[in-house]
């Protein structure tokens, strides 16, 4: 069952829909109504998806620059809160994903005409990726076994870029940094229309040869190459 509100953070977003607290809520209230044996519960698997809403909310509303550590921190302090609450809840295995590279998504890239990532923007969000590793390597050490795990989707991630989806998998990308839709120019984005419901934005011949389909979203086939670059990890 799914619980997450695409455009949603661990806090508050420019997105007007449920924050992960309020859908674990849900998740408790589901658990109360009996819908789920604590059997269920102890043999599932949570997925715990953060895929950085809240670093474009605080770059959107003008957060500061010395700001950001601090509030990276409280980031990750919550997640690791609701993380400890859905394992309270019955959930025996919690696993969490790591921050993809925000510096590789077309919307960083686009400055270098797609042909590479922003170093600044990762090494300033890598910050959050090893806050999450300490905590999960102490939530380990408290619970005296192996129940939170993380996906690393940083490093798979750059696997694709690097090898261009050759290996691990299956899939090849010609420009991995480059989207398939795009606005026809700054001002428009993919999907774009005008006031006359004219299209105002671009779309490549075949998506299936692009790793991103927009400016921050994998296509089915970039899953399904970063899919393999984590098959050994899971």
Not at 151 to 180: H, I, Q
């Amino acid at each position: 069952m799914n619980f997450a509100y695409g455009g949603t953070g661990v806090f508050p977003t420019l997105v007007p829909e449920p924050n992960m607290t309020t859908q674990i809520d849900f998740f408790q209230d589901i658990i109360h109504e009996k819908f789920y044996s604590g059997s269920d519960l102890n043999s599932s698997v949570a997925l715990v998806s953060v895929a950085g809403n809240d670093y474009s909310y605080y770059t959107a509303t003008n957060g500061s620059t010395q700001g950001w550590q601090p509030f990276i921190t409280k980031v990750v302090s919550q997640l690791v809160m609701n993380m400890k609450r859905i394992h309270g809840v019955g959930v025996k295995k919690v696993v969490v994903t790591a921050l993809l590279p925000p510096g590789c998504l077309p919307r960083s890239t686009i400055t270098s005409s797609y042909q590479q990532c922003n170093g600044t923007i990762n090494e300033l969000l890598s910050f959050h990726n090893l806050l999450l590793q300490q905590a999960v390597i102490k939530l380990n050490n408290e619970t005296k076994d192996s129940t939170f795990a993380i996906r690393d989707l940083y490093d798979a991630f750059m696997a694709v870029f690097k090898n261009k989806g050759e290996n691990p998998g299956s899939s090849r990308f010609k420009n991995p940094l480059k989207p398939c839709c795009t606005g026809i120019s700054t001002a428009y984005s993919c999907g774009s229309v005008d006031a006359n419901g004219a299209k105002k934005y671009a779309v490549c011949d075949d998506p299936g040869a692009s790793f991103f389909w927009d400016t921050v979203h994998p296509t089915q086939e970039g899953w399904r190459a970063v899919y393999s670059a984590l098959l050994q990890e899971l």
